[in-house]
């Protein structure tokens, strides 16, 4: 099961960090991923991070603005959110992988967490 929060109103200037937390004691044989979905939109691709941490790939309209991170110790994933854009209003979903490397395609994910909405104000 995967629990994400740290979503919220967010203005200008604040760097909100997303956590994801899951339960059970194999959340180190999944890669992990954040998706996205704005209103009347697809879900889109955000990030993904391999099952070690060693590897992230991030989508291009985030790069050098978000980074996903995790810490296996503790079963959480995260995402620090810089420089939030009006255009990154969404609701904001982590999901597991269980391939090596996440991918950033979203029918590879089995386990999906009930999204956080991240509403950007300016």
């Known amino acids: 099961q995967l629990q994400a929060s740290g979503g919220g109103l967010v203005q200008a200037g604040v760097s909100p960090r997303l956590s994801c937390a899951a339960s059970?004691?194999?959340?180190?044989?999944?890669?992990m991923g954040w998706f996205r979905q704005a209103p009347g939109k697809e879900r889109e691709f955000v990030a993904t991070?391999?099952?070690?941490?060693?590897?992230?790939n991030h989508a291009d309209s985030v790069k050098d603005r978000f980074t996903i991170s995790r810490d296996n110790a503790k079963n959480t994933v995260y995402l620090q959110m810089n420089s939030l854009k009006s255009e990154d209003t969404a609701v904001y979903y982590c999901?597991?992988?269980?391939?090596?490397?996440?991918?950033?395609?979203?029918?590879?994910?089995?386990?999906w967490g009930q999204g956080t909405q991240v509403t950007v104000s300016s």
């Open positions: 999901a597991a992988d269980p391939g090596l490397y996440g991918s950033r395609n979203s029918v590879e994910y089995i386990y």
């Open positions: 059970g004691r194999t959340f180190s044989r999944y890669a």
């Open positions: 991070i391999s099952r070690s941490g060693g590897s992230t």
